[in-house]
């Protein structure tokens, strides 16, 4: 079983719009991961955030981390049609060695 | 720096026979893991090798193993496939000196079982 949900499971926005999806998970972790995946290949890692972090950003992208509620987001702004893909955030607990990636948001982004 | 390699990139079987994945971790990463991802079920974790030790398991049958070699590279196995194995097979590498290592992912090997 997955420890992540994400949400919405689909997003349809039009070019220029911001993006936001959500992430919740069940356990505490050390730090929280982002990835996109364009059409079933592999996963692209986009940004990490660890457990004593609230917000990161990397160019378009921002990712807030809420440790009390078990939550992340991801906020794509001014999204592209390059965008379009799945996204999946995926934690990581010390010591386990291995990530519970979420069930994944389909991203439209249309021209 | 060459990315993390999967070979072969598409591979159909019949059931009952087995496969063997190969992966290749970018120059210099000690910890390859391995998911499967199908429609269904999501990204799951199957196994991760740190310098040739299996370090954690997934909650998969038996017939699904693994191996990392002194090089790094790593295979996993399936035996006595169904036709359920059927998925997109992804291996990653990281250097794993600590707990928050990013991972990066190999193009995934496609297995159709028939």
């Known amino acids: 079983s997955q420890q992540g949900e994400e949400d919405p499971q689909a997003l349809s926005i039009q070019e220029g719009e911001n993006a936001t999806m959500n992430c919740s998970y069940k356990t505490s972790i050390n730090n929280l991961q982002w990835y996109r995946q364009n059409s079933g290949r592999g996963l692209v890692h986009l940004i990490l955030i660890r457990s004593n972090e609230r917000e990161k950003h990397s160019g378009r992208l921002r990712v807030t981390l809420d440790t009390s509620k078990k939550s992340s987001s991801l906020l794509i702004t001014a999204s592209r049609a390059a965008d379009t893909a799945s996204y999946f955030c995926?934690?990581?607990?010390?010591?386990?060695?291995?990530?519970?990636f979420g069930t994944g948001t389909r991203l439209k982004v249309l021209a | 720096k060459a990315g993390v390699t999967q070979t072969p990139r598409y591979l159909i079987k019949t059931r009952g026979q087995q496969v063997t994945l190969s992966c290749s971790p970018i120059s210099g990463h000690r910890s390859v893991s391995w998911y499967q991802q199908t429609p269904g079920q999501g990204l799951q974790f199957l196994f991760e090798?740190?310098?040739?030790?299996?370090?954690n398991k997934g909650n998969f049958p038996g017939r699904f193993s693994g191996r990392q070699f002194s090089n790094s590279r790593s295979e996993m196995n399936v035996s006595t496939l169904e036709l359920g194995d059927s998925a997109l097979y992804l291996c990653?590498?990281?250097?794993?000196?600590?707990?928050?290592?990013?991972?990066?992912f190999g193009p995934g090997t496609r297995l159709t079982v028939l």
């Open positions: 990653a590498s990281s250097l794993k000196t600590s707990d928050t290592d990013t991972q990066y």
């Open positions: 090798y740190f310098s040739e030790t299996q370090r």
């Open positions: 995926a934690t990581g607990t010390s010591g386990t060695y291995k990530y519970i």
